[in-house]
């Protein structure tokens, strides 16, 4: 699985929210041109299993236990720098074929004048049970 990660910022920069950097239509285009692409080899190689992105922060819901009740609460949460912002699985020949396969997101556009919010990094794990010779 690879595993994307984001902050409520990232969302906010790519609509436009007020008080942040917006990205214009082509830098989205550009973007979003990308991951089709990206995604599309990842089926033609036979690789692709699933991929999903995933809504803003700010629709989330975090669900605790607190003295043995549920307790549903809307997000955001201040103390979250950054969530899972999308995945997708594939199923490879190895976990360093997974790995180049991330890799490739390091070429993902962006404004030219963006700045990142956070390092950029991409997430490889192994579903549990796979790649048994890690």
């Not at 214009?24 to 990206?38: I, N, R, T």
């Not at 070429?107 to 490889?124: G, K, S």
């Amino acid at each position: 699985m690879i595993m994307m990660s984001g902050t409520q910022r990232d969302y906010d920069n790519l609509s436009g929210k007020p008080d942040t950097p917006v990205w214009s239509g082509e830098d989205v285009a550009a973007l979003h041109a990308f991951m089709e692409a990206w995604n599309h080899a990842l089926v033609e190689s036979g690789e692709f299993v699933d991929a999903q992105g995933l809504s803003a922060p700010v629709l989330a819901r975090r669900v605790e236990l607190k003295d043995g009740v549920p307790v549903v609460t809307d997000g955001p949460y201040s103390e979250t720098q950054e969530v899972l912002a999308g995945y997708t699985i594939v199923e490879c020949e190895s976990f360093d074929r997974a790995t180049e396969i991330a890799a490739q997101l390091a070429d993902t556009p962006h404004p030219a004048n963006a700045t990142l919010i956070h390092d950029w990094h991409v997430d490889v794990r192994p579903i549990a049970g796979g790649y048994e010779e890690l």
